[in-house]
């Protein structure tokens, strides 16, 4: 992004630019521009704490719907038009990392025993770009599905038994660009759709889940186009 931005400040009409300078720039100009249609789509994969009902809905069965609430953004003003689709994929309840004597002063944690256990794999598309969009409207009253690791709109003491018992990074917010898909310009005919598998933390988290469950989001996924692996 920060290489698309200084090369879209560039002066094509500069006397020193040289004509491929001048052609570099603009086919940068025409992908920001492509990145920015509606038609371009953005698909994230994000690890939540849940399993998948809130409220009495199962999101598990919805398909693809899509959010929109608002949002907030970093100054706490109410934003209204924030759009975002959602499609619940998977989602499993995770054996107890301690016993209760081993959880010990922690009464908060032993009275809710499947705090830290549920986890549930999501696919995200914002159709707007607001401030932690994708992030408020997973956490919000409405989906309840805060996601892991987001020390902003989730649910600290479950990222802290995540970080401590369940291999997830410190101050990683498990949401990740998965695949990217642009429309047809004049530089790329045939539009652009690329995918970017997990990052290596990610998928060693997913590592230690049941492997009927790495197995059944991996098959699911792939039908979305998207690639864990």
């Known amino acids: 992004c920060l290489l698309l931005s200084f090369a879209q400040n560039q002066s ?7 004509e491929s300078e001048k052609e570099a720039c603009e086919v940068t100009s025409t992908l920001i521009s492509s990145m920015q249609s509606p038609q371009a789509s953005k698909t994230y994969v994000a ?17 693809w719907f899509t959010v929109d609430i608002p949002v907030k953004d970093e100054w706490g003003k109410e934003m209204n038009d924030a759009h975002t689709d959602l499609k619940f994929i998977t989602s499993v309840i995770l054996p107890p990392t301690t016993t209760a004597t081993e959880q010990g002063g922690d ?14 794999i999501v696919l995200a598309r914002p159709h707007t ?34 970080r401590k018992k369940r291999n997830m990074q410190k ?19 045939d539009g652009i759709d690329v995918t970017c598998p997990l990052p290596k933390d990610l998928q ?19 039908q979305e186009g998207i690639n864990i692996y």
Do not use: Y
Request: hydrophobic share 30%; net charge positive; aromatic share 6%.
């Open 204 to 222: 060693m988290m997913l590592n230690c889940m049941p492997e009927s469950f790495v197995r059944e989001s991996r098959e699911l996924l792939s």
């Open 129 to 162: 770009g607001k401030w932690h969009q994708i992030r408020q409207h997973l956490a919000s009253g409405t989906i309840g599905h805060a996601i892991l690791g987001d020390s902003s709109h989730g649910r600290t003491r479950t990222n802290r038994i995540w």
């Open 47 to 63: 690890f939540c704490d849940g399993d998948g009902t809130w409220n009495g809905q199962d999101f598990l069965n919805k398909g």
């Open 12 to 18: 094509i009409e500069s006397k020193e630019a040289t």
């Open 171 to 189: 101050e990683r917010t498990c949401l990740h660009l998965a695949r990217l898909q642009l429309p047809a310009t004049k530089h790329t005919p």
């Open 107 to 120: 009464n908060d944690t032993m009275k809710n025993k499947m705090e830290g256990r549920k986890v549930s």
